[in-house]
């Protein structure tokens, strides 16, 4: 196990999916939606794996025993560690909490992904990753558009303050709170930002893989 050395700075960085929701809006598990061979949380879970992320925290809680079959020998992957938040109905913080507690003690920075992004590719995860442990900040945002996005990441000097977030949000409010202390990463991919919500929401995303455009990512240099 790494131990963390402030002299070392901010990496290495773990990885925190964030998938323990019920999918209310959706009508049924978006994590276990699939579409042309491929699984929602299988798309975000393998970018996590493929990137420079030390480590990976899937969070599940709704239908956690469906998504483990899902997922199958993707379980067993070293550098993942699951967590099962059974007091998912308490909102996102939970997760959070959750999946922070794992790995706070070892690693100077997170990044949490949305287990409903599956455009999220290892590219971008490497890219954001990069921007961050070469800046003096401690938190980065994706742009796009003028729009703030995920997956973000946060130095350990909010750990305490995330841990103590409560209720159905997650750690945007930090974001607006400090954003002098926000290091904003454009990138010129607004498909990076797809949440699956709705209906057309993944006839997107099936159109989006038809083209093989989950796999293109292009940041603004």
């Known amino acids: 196990m790494q131990i963390y050395n402030p002299m070392t700075g901010k990496k290495p960085t773990a990885g925190i999916i964030l998938a323990a929701g019920m999918s209310k809006r959706f009508g049924r598990p978006k994590q276990l939606l699939r579409v042309k061979g491929h699984c929602l949380i299988e798309q ?5 794996l493929d990137s420079r992320l030390d ?7 709704y239908r956690s025993e ?7 020998e993707r379980v067993n992957t070293p550098r993942l560690q699951v967590v099962i938040n059974h007091r998912y109905r308490e909102g996102q913080s939970r997760s959070l909490c959750l999946g922070l ?3 706070k003690e070892t690693y100077p920075s997170v990044m949490f992904l949305l287990g409903d992004q599956p455009m999220v590719n290892s590219a971008a995860i490497d890219y ?4 961050f442990w070469n800046s003096e900040k401690d938190m980065c945002v994706p742009v796009c558009g003028g729009k703030r996005g995920n997956p973000t990441i946060f130095s350990r000097d909010f750990y305490d303050t995330i841990m103590n977030i409560k209720g159905d949000v997650g750690a945007r409010t930090l974001i607006e709170t400090y ?14 930002f797809l949440d699956i919500d709705t209906e057309a ?3 997107t995303w099936e159109s989006l893989l038809s083209r093989k455009i989950h796999k293109k990512f292009k940041p603004i240099l």
């Open 66 to 72: 469906d998504i483990l079959h899902a997922l199958g």
């Open 55 to 61: 480590c990976v925290v899937l969070v599940l809680g």
């Open 101 to 103: 507690a794992q790995v």
């Open 44 to 48: 975000v879970l393998d970018a996590s």
């Open 179 to 192: 954003p002098e202390r926000v290091l904003y990463t454009p990138i010129d991919n607004r498909n990076l």
């Open 201 to 203: 929401d993944l006839r």
């Open 128 to 131: 954001l990753l990069e921007r």
